[in-house]
């Protein structure tokens, strides 16, 4: 996969996943969104271009070191998460019950897409 499709790819996913979140806040029921939902929403979604982004950058420059490449990219991903929570829940006070459903929802669905570019390339792979 090409990089500027991954970005497109990336734009319409981060899209989607961002209409249930403002539909709940909008449409009355805004107890379920965190009142930082969006720095959360950018942080990790940024992040996450950033990991397929450089995946697909790594394979381009060296094809063999791809798997590699994805596994370092996908464990700084899960450090610097865990580093903004702590940072987070340190400076703000939130309910824990709607935090956790709004960060899962976004990492989670993140990670997917990360899963996803990776198989779609890996396949590409396989087909040449």
């Not at 580093?83 to 669905?109: H, M, Q, R």
Request: hydrophobic letters at 60%; a positive charge.
């Amino acid at each position: 996969m090409k990089i500027y499709q991954a970005i497109l790819f990336f734009i319409w996913f981060t899209f989607i996943i961002a209409v249930p979140p403002y539909a709940l806040k909008h449409y009355g029921h805004g107890d379920l969104i965190t009142p930082e939902f969006w720095l959360i929403f950018f942080f990790l979604s940024g992040l996450t271009l950033l990991v397929v982004a450089s995946i697909l950058i790594i394979r381009q420059m060296y094809p063999t070191m791809f798997s590699e490449a994805f596994m370092g990219a996908t464990v700084v991903k899960i450090l610097s998460c865990l580093i903004f929570v702590l940072v987070f829940l340190t400076k703000n006070k939130v309910d824990k019950y709607v935090f956790l459903g709004d960060f899962f929802y976004i990492y989670f669905l993140n990670t997917v897409f990360e899963v996803y570019i990776l198989l779609r390339t890996l396949r590409h792979k396989i087909l040449r």
